[in-house]
């Protein structure tokens, strides 16, 4: 099993309805029994956050934006490793 972090040009899209912009940092998808898992890892102006899917479905997001980058990717990659559950 392994997980893959796909580290893009950062990318910018529009995250909701208030029209904020957030950049893509990483994406971690999942393999093996959770290769329906991935998760987006995001910086917008107030900081971090973690899109978690499932099944190409968003399960969740979590806003870390006080915290580290490298705590929003152990969000990520915890996912799609299956230590976080649904």
Same mark, same amino acid.
């Given at each position: 099993?392994? $997980?893959? =972090?796909? #580290?893009?040009?950062?990318? /910018?899209?529009? %995250?909701?309805? !208030?029209? +904020? ?7 971690? $998808?999942? =393999?093996? #029994?959770?290769?329906?898992? /991935?998760?987006? %890892?995001?910086? !917008?102006? +107030? ?40």
């Amino acid at each position: 099993m392994g $997980i893959y =972090d796909i #580290q893009k040009p950062l990318l /910018r899209e529009i %995250v909701g309805d !208030n029209s +904020s912009t957030a950049e893509i940092y990483h994406t971690f $998808i999942g =393999d093996g #029994q959770y290769e329906g898992r /991935r998760a987006l %890892v995001k910086r !917008n102006e +107030s900081g971090f956050l973690v899109e978690l899917y499932l099944n190409n479905q968003l399960k969740e997001t979590r806003e870390v934006y006080e915290k580290a980058e490298i705590y929003a990717e152990n969000i990520g990659e915890n996912w799609v490793l299956g230590i976080i559950k649904e």
